[in-house]
């Protein structure tokens, strides 16, 4: 069945750095597009950043452009989220997720802390 698996979260500092990392299995890893999703508390699901299956283009919403930076090892059947220039409103549960938008299966999340 469908696996994903996300690590690499954690305590950060506002204008820190983390890398997330989301281990996929049970499925054609290199045919699906990949995305990250966070949700911070008593808020919705929040679409992040997208990468896709074919060319490796990415989307990214407002507010991560230029800090956050999502990539893909189809190899390892692997994808990371690259986050630079951490700030406190980035503190959310982030989620892998099979499909673009983050809409699709998910994993259980990772927990990112921005705070001084």
């Known amino acids: 069945q469908v696996q994903l698996v996300e690590s690499g979260g954690g305590l950060a500092q506002p204008g820190g750095s983390l890398r997330l990392s989301c281990a996929a299995s049970g499925f054609t890893f290199s045919s699906f597009a990949m995305s990250w999703a966070r949700q911070a508390p008593g808020k919705g699901l929040e679409w992040v950043a997208d990468?896709?299956?074919?060319?490796?283009?990415?989307k990214y919403t407002n507010s991560v452009k230029g800090r956050f930076t999502i990539s893909r090892d189809n190899a390892k059947n692997m994808v990371y989220l690259q986050m630079n220039s951490l700030k406190p409103e980035d503190t959310a549960r982030y989620y892998c997720?099979?499909?673009?938008?983050?809409?699709?299966?998910r994993g259980q999340g990772t927990q990112v802390t921005v705070s001084s």
């Open positions: 990468i896709y299956s074919t060319d490796s283009n990415t």
């Open positions: 997720v099979r499909g673009p938008a983050g809409r699709g299966t």
